[in-house]
């Protein structure tokens, strides 16, 4: 693959436990066990990988000692050897994550335990590979220079097609993007292996990665932006799909305002509230109590509703995860709203899902961009 964003997109390469250089699956396991839980002891870790406890000793001791992970203070209080409490090291291996989007653009170095220790942002009009490869020769060195080490990797969440609904969000065109070499004009600046992906499925990994522990292991997960998007979790991982494209909700066919069959990005999207309030929303005030924002909540919960029904008849999805470009409140509210909706359609044969909020909110697509470059040289994907 060249880089280049083609008809379909962009191509999406594996990652995991096969890639060229990286740590062994065991080593991989313990890291992403820490990722998802916390600070644990050996015994812990071994029971939940069921790896034996001198394999988890062995472990970690290789890990200490390449600085990937670190010791805290000794449990005490039960019988017994105390426990010593081990957690990813912050500071031991670093990403940079690209977010590509309808409105703007970010670069953010991430660390190990999934914090963003330093960012750059762009703003635009319209997404413009032009703008785009001038920011990233802008900000790339400023932000190495910012960090002691190499990146162990970068990544790049950019929507497919991204020129396509060019009526409702203005974007440059085909031609223009097809002609960008993105991922090897990054990979030249920043001096690691690059990644493309979907921007919704990189935000669903964020959400994985770096939110809540679930209950619910098949998920679908919805993600609010200029555009509506999402991914697809089954077994507690993200599914991309063989073209990357996988749980790209926003093309689901919903009742639109006047009765009339529509996909779900037409009535669900953030830009309609735009076209409501005449204005970009970055001087919104968010108010539940504006009856726009009230329209708004009313057709996109609607809509959403009716396309998590749908999805829930093909795959038997456990739960539905709710995030977006919004304030917690309206989250919140969009949310609950869901939930109400789907409680009153007719779901005779199906199981009702769960409905809950995400938890990343606005920076899921950028820190799920670094998710991705840790998943091909540390964590299993």
């Known amino acids: 693959m060249d880089g280049r964003v083609g008809p379909q997109g962009v191509e999406a390469e594996a990652s995991g436990a096969n890639q060229a250089g990286a740590a062994d699956h065991n080593a991989r396991l313990v890291l992403t066990t820490l990722r998802g839980a916390g600070a644990l002891p050996g015994a812990e870790i071994a029971r939940r990988t069921r790896l034996t406890a001198q394999a988890v000793s062995i472990i970690l001791r290789r890990l200490e000692a390449e ?19 081990v957690s990813l090291a912050p500071g031991g291996a670093w990403a940079m994550g690209l977010k590509v989007g309808r409105r703007s653009a970010a670069l953010a170095n991430v660390d190990l335990t999934g914090r963003i220790v330093a960012r750059r942002d762009i703003g635009w009009s319209a997404p413009s590979p032009q703008e785009l490869a001038a920011f990233l020769d802008a900000s790339v060195p400023a932000l190495l220079s910012e960090m002691p080490v190499p990146p162990c990797g970068a990544a790049v969440a950019m929507p497919y097609q991204l020129w396509a609904w060019h009526g409702s969000v203005p974007a440059h065109p085909r031609a223009a993007w097809e002609a960008l070499d993105l991922r090897n004009h990054f990979a030249g600046l920043v001096g690691a292996p690059v990644d493309l992906r979907n921007d919704m499925t990189c935000a669903a990994r964020a959400e994985v990665a770096w939110g809540p522990e679930r209950a619910e292991k098949d998920w679908a997960y919805l993600h609010v932006g200029a555009l509506v998007g999402g991914g697809i979790v089954l077994d507690g991982r993200v599914r991309d799909g063989r073209r990357g494209n996988a749980g790209a909700f926003g093309p689901l066919h919903v009742r639109g305002r006047d009765g009339a069959i ?12 735009e076209d409501s309030i005449g204005r970009n929303l970055s001087t919104f005030d968010w108010s539940l109590e504006d009856a726009r924002l009230a329209v708004w909540l009313e057709r996109a919960s609607d809509g959403i509703a009716r396309a998590i029904a749908d999805a829930c008849a093909v795959l038997d999805f456990e739960g539905v995860v709710v995030d977006g470009l919004f304030p917690p409140p309206v989250r919140a509210a969009l949310t609950g709203m869901i939930r109400a909706r789907l409680a009153e359609r007719d779901m005779r044969g199906l199981y009702l899902p769960t409905v809950s909020e995400g ?7 950028v820190l799920g961009a670094a998710t991705v470059a840790f998943e091909r040289a540390l964590f299993l994907a």
Do not use: N, T, Y
């Open 359 to 365: 938890e990343i909110g606005r920076d899921a697509r």
């Open 67 to 85: 600085g990937l992970v670190e010791r805290g203070a000794a449990l005490r209080g039960r019988a017994g050897k105390p426990r010593i409490p």
């Open 262 to 273: 529509v996909q779900l990005l037409e009535v669900a999207s953030l830009w309609h509230l």
